[in-house]
C-alpha cells in the first residue's frame, strides 16, 4: 500500500536560518507530489507541485523553493526564513491523471 | 481562475443535530469539487468529491454533499453529528481533468458537544 512520510512532525527555527522538509511517498510511481501551507485561521495554500523528477512548478512568489532530487522524494527549502514563512506545512501525492489527494502528516514550523 | 469560500469558520453543534457547512466557488470554466476533512492530531483525508452526474454525493462517515451549479454552491450536510465528527472540513476545487491544482477554502471548525 502507498505511504507518505513528512518530517519533522515541528520545528522551530530563528530567523535567518536555513530550511529543509523532506517528503518521501513508498508504495507508487510517478506520484504527482505536493507542498502546500496552512498558515492559521487561512485555507491552505498550494506553494509547489511536481508531476516529475526535476519538474517543479511554483504557484505563488515566496522565499521558499522546492526540489525533487527523486521519483518520490520533495524536498521544501528556504536559504533565510522569514517570520511569514512560519506555519503547517503539508506535503501531498496524487496519482498523475486522478484527482485524489493523500496527505502527510504535516511539519509545524514556528520562525522566532 | 477559481477560488473557494467557505462561509463559516467555525460551527459549534451538539450530538445528534443536523450540520451544514456552506462552500461557495468562483470558476469560469466546469469544476471538480471536494470536502477534505482533518481530524485533530491527524492529516486530510477525502471526505467526498463531485466530478460529474448527480449532484447529491455520498460520502464516508454518513456526510453528503449537494453540488448546485446555478447558486456555485457545495455545502456539506450531516443530518446527525456524533462527538467524533469534530475536526476541521476544507471544501477544494480542481479545474477540470488537465490541472493539477486544488484550491481550498479556510475551512470550517466543527465542535460536536454532548
Known amino acids: 500500500s502507498q505511504t507518505i512520510h513528512q518530517w519533522p512532525a515541528t520545528l522551530v527555527q530563528p530567523v535567518g536560518s536555513p530550511l529543509s522538509l523532506e517528503c518521501t511517498v513508498e508504495g507508487t510511481s510517478n506520484p504527482n507530489l505536493y507542498w502546500y501551507r496552512q498558515a492559521a485561521g487561512r485555507g491552505l495554500q498550494l506553494l509547489f507541485y511536481s508531476v516529475g523528477i526535476g519538474q517543479i512548478s511554483s504557484e505563488v512568489p515566496q522565499n521558499l523553493s522546492a526540489s525533487r532530487p527523486q521519483d518520490r522524494q520533495f524536498i521544501l527549502s528556504s536559504k533565510k526564513l522569514l517570520l511569514s514563512d512560519s506555519g503547517f506545512y503539508l506535503c501531498?501525492?496524487?496519482?498523475?491523471?486522478?484527482?485524489?489527494?493523500?496527505f502527510g502528516s504535516g511539519t509545524q514550523l514556528s520562525v522566532l | 481562475a477559481q477560488s473557494v469560500t467557505q462561509l463559516d469558520s467555525q460551527v459549534p453543534v451538539f450530538e445528534e443535530a443536523p450540520v451544514e457547512l456552506r462552500c461557495n466557488y468562483s470558476s469560469s470554466v466546469s469544476v471538480y469539487l471536494f470536502w477534505y476533512v482533518q481530524y485533530p492530531n491527524q492529516g486530510l483525508q477525502l471526505l467526498l468529491k463531485y466530478l460529474s452526474g448527480s449532484t447529491l454525493v455520498k460520502g464516508i462517515n454518513g456526510f453528503e454533499a449537494e453540488f448546485n451549479k446555478s447558486q456555485t454552491s457545495f455545502h456539506l450536510r450531516k443530518p446527525s453529528v456524533h462527538i467524533s465528527d469534530t475536526a476541521e472540513y476544507f471544501c477544494?476545487?480542481?479545474?477540470?481533468?488537465?490541472?493539477?491544482?486544488?484550491?481550498f477554502g479556510a475551512g470550517t471548525t466543527v465542535t460536536v458537544r454532548a
Open positions: 477544494a476545487v480542481r479545474k477540470g481533468s488537465n490541472d493539477y491544482k486544488l484550491s
Open positions: 501531498a501525492w496524487s496519482v498523475s491523471g486522478e484527482e485524489k489527494l493523500f
